[in-house]
C-alpha cells in the first residue's frame, strides 16, 4: 500500500515520525508532504530520512509544480496527520493554497485525516462544521482522542496513537459489505425544559463498539444519546436525547446485518413532560412524577419485519449474572447478550468484566478494557458473518 502523508502543524507533528516507522515496518510505502506550518514542528530532513524518500513541499517548485498531479495519483491512500484546523478548513472548503491542499483536491484516493488541535479548537462550530461537511464526503477521521494536551488542558483534540492510526488504515476487512448498527450511551427523558432524567452512561464501551466494528470494515451507524464521547473513526454518528427518538433513528436506519444494543436506555420517561418549568407552589409540598414505559429499543428490533441477521444486547446485572441475562436473551428475542456485572464500577469506568450468552453456551471474558471487550466481541461477529 502506498500512503502519501500530510503533515500540517501542530505540535504533535513529531507523531507523524513514529507513524512512518510503523508503516514502513508494516511494509507500506510512505512518501510525504510537508506544510509550512507542519515544517515549524518537524524538519523535513527527519521526514526525508524516516521516510526514505525527498519530502515534497513546495507547489511552485519546478519538480513540482508539474508534479502535484502525479503526486496526487501516486497513493493508495491519502492520511493527513496531524490534521491542523487551519488544514481542515482548507479541505473542506476546497481551497488550494499550497502543495497539501492542491494535492488533497486533485486525488481521487481515499482520505484518512487524524486532528490534533486545542479542545477549544476542535469544538468550535467552524471546526465541527467543517469535520462533518468532510465525514460527508466520505473523509474518515482518525481521531482526536481526549487527554492530556501540550497546553495545561485537557479534552478532545490529542492526536491518536500512532500504532491506532495504523491500524485505522491496514488489517483484515471481514465485515466489508455490512451494515453495523450501534446504540449508545444513556437516554435523556424529559420532566420539564429543564429537567431530565438520566444514568450513569458514558457510552465509552458502545462508542469503542462502533469503532470496533469499523476497523473491520462494516459501515457503522452509531446512534447515540448525550455523551462527551469523539465521534469514532469512521462511523456515522446520529444524535439522540430520548427512546422514542432513539427508537425511531434506529428504525430509520435499517436495514442493517447487526445490531449492537449498548445504550443504558431509560426504562421509563416521565408521562406528562411539562411545557413549562415546574414551580414550587408555597405549601404544596413535592411533586409527584408519574412514569410511563418507554419503547424496549432492543426487542422491538428483535422482533422488526426487517431484523438485523445478528442482533446483540446488553445486560448490566449486579447478581446472578448469567442466569439473568440467559433468560434476558429470550425475554427480548436477540441472539447474543453480553453481560456485565455492573456491581464494581463499570459504569463510566474503564473496564469491563463480561460473560457472553448466546443460544449454545457462555463464554467468561477476563476483566478487560472497554476497548478490548469491543475488539473481541467486533472479532466474534466478524467470525459469525464468515461462517
Ligand atoms: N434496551 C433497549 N431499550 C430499552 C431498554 C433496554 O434497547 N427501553 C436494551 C439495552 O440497550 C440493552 C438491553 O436492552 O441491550 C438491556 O435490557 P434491560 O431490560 O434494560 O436490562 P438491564 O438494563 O440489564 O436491567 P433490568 O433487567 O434490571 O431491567
Known amino acids: ?11 504533535a507533528a513529531f507523531k507523524a515520525l513514529v507513524f512512518v516507522r510503523a508503516a514502513r515496518a508494516a511494509g507500506r510505502e510512505v512518501r510525504a508532504i510537508l506544510t509550512a506550518g507542519g515544517a515549524r514542528f518537524v524538519t523535513r530532513e527527519a521526514l526525508a530520512a524516516i521516510t526514505g524518500q525527498p519530502v515534497h ?3 511552485w517548485a519546478a519538480e513540482e509544480s508539474i508534479g502535484h498531479i502525479r503526486l496526487a495519483r501516486w497513493p493508495d491512500q491519502v492520511v493527513v496527520a496531524p490534521a491542523s484546523a487551519n488544514m481542515l478548513a482548507r479541505m473542506a472548503h476546497g481551497l488550494t493554497t499550497d502543495l497539501a491542499s492542491t494535492v488533497l483536491l486533485a486525488t481521487r484516493a481515499p482520505v484518512l485525516v487524524a486532528p490534533a488541535m486545542n479542545p477549544a479548537m476542535w469544538e468550535h462550530p467552524a471546526t465541527q462544521a467543517n469535520a462533518a461537511l468532510l465525514r460527508a464526503r466520505g473523509v474518515v477521521f482518525a481521531g482526536p ?3 492530556a494536551m501540550a497546553e495545561p488542558e485537557s479534552g478532545p483534540g490529542r492526536f491518536i ?6 491500524a485505522a488504515i491496514s488489517g483484515p476487512k471481514p465485515l466489508a459489505g455490512r451494515h453495523a448498527l450501534v446504540t449508545s450511551g444513556p437516554t435523556h427523558e424529559p420532566i420539564d425544559p429543564v429537567r431530565y432524567i438520566a444514568n450513569r452512561s458514558s457510552g465509552k464501551q458502545g462508542h469503542a463498539i462502533a469503532a470496533a466494528l469499523a476497523a473491520l470494515g462494516a459501515r457503522v451507524t452509531l446512534v447515540s444519546g448525550p455523551v462527551h464521547q469523539p465521534d469514532p473513526v469512521g462511523v456515522t454518528v446520529t444524535r439522540v436525547e430520548t427512546a422514542r427518538d432513539m427508537l425511531a433513528a434506529c428504525e430509520a436506519a435499517l436495514p442493517a446485518d447487526i445490531l449492537v444494543a449498548a445504550a443504558a436506555v431509560a426504562d421509563w420517561r416521565s408521562a406528562a413532560e411539562a411545557g413549562q418549568k415546574m414551580k414550587k407552589e408555597p405549601g404544596a409540598g413535592a411533586p409527584i412524577l ?3 414505559l418507554n419503547p424496549d429499543i432492543l426487542a422491538t428490533l428483535s422482533r422488526h419485519a426487517i431484523r438485523p441477521r445478528l442482533v446483540v444486547g446488553f445486560a448490566a446485572e449486579t447478581e446472578h ?4 441475562a440467559t433468560a434476558k436473551r429470550l425475554r427480548k428475542g436477540c441472539d447474543w447478550i453480553v453481560a456485565n456485572d455492573v456491581s464494581g464500577d463499570v459504569m463510566g469506568g474503564a473496564e469491563n468484566t463480561v460473560h457472553l450468552v448466546t443460544a449454545t453456551g457462555v463464554e467468561d471474558w477476563p476483566r478487560l478494557p472497554k476497548e478490548e471487550v469491543a475488539r473481541r466481541l467486533a472479532a466474534r461477529i466478524a467470525e459469525e458473518f464468515s461462517a
Open 1 to 11: 500500500m502506498r500512503i502519501l502523508l500530510i503533515v500540517s502543524g501542530s505540535v
Open 57 to 59: 513541499e513546495d507547489l
Open 145 to 147: 482522542v481526549s487527554g
Open 161 to 166: 496513537e500512532p500504532a491506532d492510526l495504523l
Open 290 to 292: 408519574t412514569m410511563a
Open 321 to 324: 449474572v448469567v442466569e439473568h
